[in-house]
């Protein structure tokens, strides 16, 4: 990096700052806000940061391998860069154009079930009469819980330091907030014991959600949800966990910037039901286990090497005040996280189990938690079994070629008219598409299957090129689809979903499907002896059951009996933060639920191979589709 300070440009938006020639330009676009998509973090793996460089192009860098991997040699001649690839040259004036893709509002699925069960919190508050007496204020007030209450309490030496002032205020009256029925964490002037506010928190990989809940009533108050900043340092748990080893310190890092996300929507939701953040007793925690690891400042680093333990597998307690980011909550305030069962089972399956299972706590169940990692339980009367399959992020519209998270200009369901191969599609909130998320993805390719255009075997049948113009040719034995023209969609070019983006669906549900039967095989289970199967997360709530069972997604479970449930680690978190009984239920189904390791299943290759393939579709189109489009060409 040259000291000679340079003016670069960003258009559309004119914004220009100067630095030194040799800064990179996805550092610096990093540092001003302008990396939204990208989701390697810098490291040249999305192809999410392309800019296309105005002025300055024959100064920088020869495009590097990762460029050549991800842009089109027209793009490359047109001027378009990876940001992470190049750095600021030495010239006069450097301008960049950013994508103009309207960066819309995330879809972050944050909605559960309805939490209906008597509130049993942590937390609880006392309001005492103080009366004359002889002994200590402490032993006083130790004495009147024990007569009133019949609670056996001890008291912090915190609280020790507030209590001349509180009962001096109090004017006769103390408030003493107690928790796990046994230790008295403060005590306050008057009656507060209105004001008993807790937040469940679910840490997501992609997202991160906080519901403010009241204590008293149980009742969900307000929630506020933002994306897992963490993602500038990679898109997935394996890239997080990598940088956290890459230096002492990064793990810090990882866990200051995901606390103060939590302690920013914590504030967002105490605005929202204008109640002050001092009110708040206890904040439980959900999320996977590489979440889990960072928001503790645990290192992540055993989760990466097989046997992939964690450094604990039990649920934490902490008081708020020993994080090293404040959150803005009662300065006695608990954190709570739910259990782990495993290295690659975390609190949020433990969650969404005790949430599922609530209304319906027997019989022959499956849970799939769709993400980069797909945990599925399945449980019977005898107990439950778990694994965690390597899906891949393509659900969540990554590593494909037109993928982005859902958001409002995201295509989330496609349908392609059988005798012309013309499509419609629908974008989340019908806004013009700038690309397709993970339920547009399913829904496209159980589309392409359903009329003949891709195979059981998952190739684009590249021969319909000469009948149709969305089937076009990108190289040799290499085809892909056009979804949505360029003057349809947001973007200035055609979003399509080519041969590469169908292997990553492939990939994709071969994982989900073999992990549901070969734990189906060692319990004895058929499908059809599943009595109900949940599907939680965003990717379920979006998408068509229909679709994602005519890909071969799932066992033949009937559709009837297969369900959403939307943020069902949410939903859980919730119930955890309000009932012990649900901690119980939790820290019960952590220990009993059996991991089963996946890849020491000796039929798991020839069970991942045979699933890569399509499901038959039940009558195939594709002589009726040559014939129509032929016709319908030969009178263009
Ligand atoms: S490829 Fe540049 S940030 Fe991912």
Not at 623 to 635: D, F, G, I, L, T
Request: glycine share 8%; with cysteine; charged share 20%.
């Amino acid at each position: 990096v040259s000291e000679r300070l340079i003016p670069v440009v960003f258009q559309p938006s004119g914004k220009t700052v100067s630095v030194p020639s040799g800064t990179n330009l996805f550092s610096l676009m990093t540092e001003l806000g302008l990396t939204h998509s990208a989701t390697c973090g810098g490291k040249g793996k999305c192809g999410k940061c392309k800019v296309k460089v105005e002025t300055g192009v024959e100064a920088i860098n020869a495009s590097t391998e990762s460029e050549l991997k991800h842009l089109l040699p027209q793009e490359i001649g047109q001027g378009y860069r990876l940001a992470c690839a190049i750095s600021v040259p030495p010239v006069p004036s450097f301008t960049v154009r950013t994508s103009s893709i309207r960066q819309g509002k995330l879809k972050l699925q944050t909605e559960g079930a309805l939490v209906s069960i008597s509130p049993d919190p942590a937390v609880r508050k006392y309001v005492i009469r103080l009366i004359d007496s002889d002994l200590p204020a402490e032993e006083m007030l130790l004495a009147l819980l024990k007569r009133k209450y019949a609670l056996s309490c001890q008291m912090d030496y915190e609280v020790l330091t507030m209590l001349p002032a509180a009962i001096e205020r109090g004017k006769g009256f103390v408030t003493c907030v107690v928790y796990q029925g046994n230790t008295v964490i403060a005590v306050e002037p008057g009656d507060t014991g209105r004001d008993c506010l807790g937040f469940a928190a679910d840490i997501g990989t992609t997202k991160v959600a906080v519901y403010l809940m009241d204590l008293n009533s149980g009742k969900e108050l307000s929630f506020s949800a933002a994306p897992n900043p963490q993602a500038i340092y990679g898109d997935d748990v394996m890239s997080r966990i990598a940088f956290s080893m890459a230096r002492e310190g990064n793990t810090l890092i990882l866990q200051k910037i995901l606390l103060k996300e939590v302690a920013h929507l914590v504030r967002d939701c105490c605005t929202k039901a204008r109640l002050k953040p001092r009110s708040i007793y206890e904040g439980c925690f959900v999320g996977n286990p590489c979440m889990m690891h960072l928001l503790l400042g645990f290192s992540p680093r055993s989760l990466a090497f097989f046997p992939y333990k964690s450094v604990s597998h039990h649920s934490v307690t902490l008081k708020a005040r020993e994080l090293p980011v404040r959150l803005h909550v009662h300065p006695a305030g608990r954190i709570f996280t739910l259990p782990l069962i495993a290295g690659f089972v975390g609190a949020d399956t433990v969650a969404a189990l005790i949430a599922v299972r609530q209304n319906k706590p027997h019989g022959v169940q499956m849970l799939l938690d769709i993400g980069t990692n797909t945990e599925v339980v399945l449980s019977d009367e005898k107990g439950f079994m778990a694994c965690s399959c390597a899906s891949g992020p393509a659900f969540e519209g990554m590593h494909i070629t037109h993928g982005r998270k859902a958001d409002s200009a995201s295509i989330e369901k496609v349908s392609v008219d059988p005798e012309t191969l013309e499509v419609t599609f629908q974008t989340i909130d019908g806004a013009k598409p700038a690309g397709i998320c993970g339920s547009g993805i399913a829904s496209a390719i159980a589309e392409l299957l359903r009329v003949g255009v891709i195979g059981t075997n998952g190739k684009i049948r590249g021969e319909l090129s000469r009948k149709t113009h969305r089937v076009r040719k990108v190289r040799e034995n290499f085809f892909e689809f056009v979804l949505a023209w360029k003057h349809e969609t947001d973007i200035g070019y055609d979003i399509t979903v080519s041969q590469k983006d169908v292997l990553e669906v492939q990939k994709a549900k071969a994982a989900i499907y073999t992990g549901c039967t070969l734990l189906m095989r060692q319990k004895g289970i058929t499908a059809d002896q599943v009595q109900s199967m949940t599907i939680a997360g965003a990717f379920g709530q979006h998408v068509d059951k229909a679709s994602v069972r005519a890909i071969g997604m799932f066992p033949d479970v009937p559709l009837d009996r297969i369900k959403e449930a939307g943020n069902a680690a949410g939903t859980g978190a919730k119930m955890a933060l309000i009932s012990r009984q649900k901690r119980e239920e939790a820290a019960h189904v952590a220990r009993s639920t059996k991991y089963y390791e996946l890849a020491l299943d000796e039929d798991f290759t020839r069970e991942y191979a045979t699933s890569m393939l399509f499901p038959r579709q039940p009558s195939p189109m594709i002589n009726s589709v040559e014939e129509k489009v032929e016709s319908k060409n030969a009178h263009r």
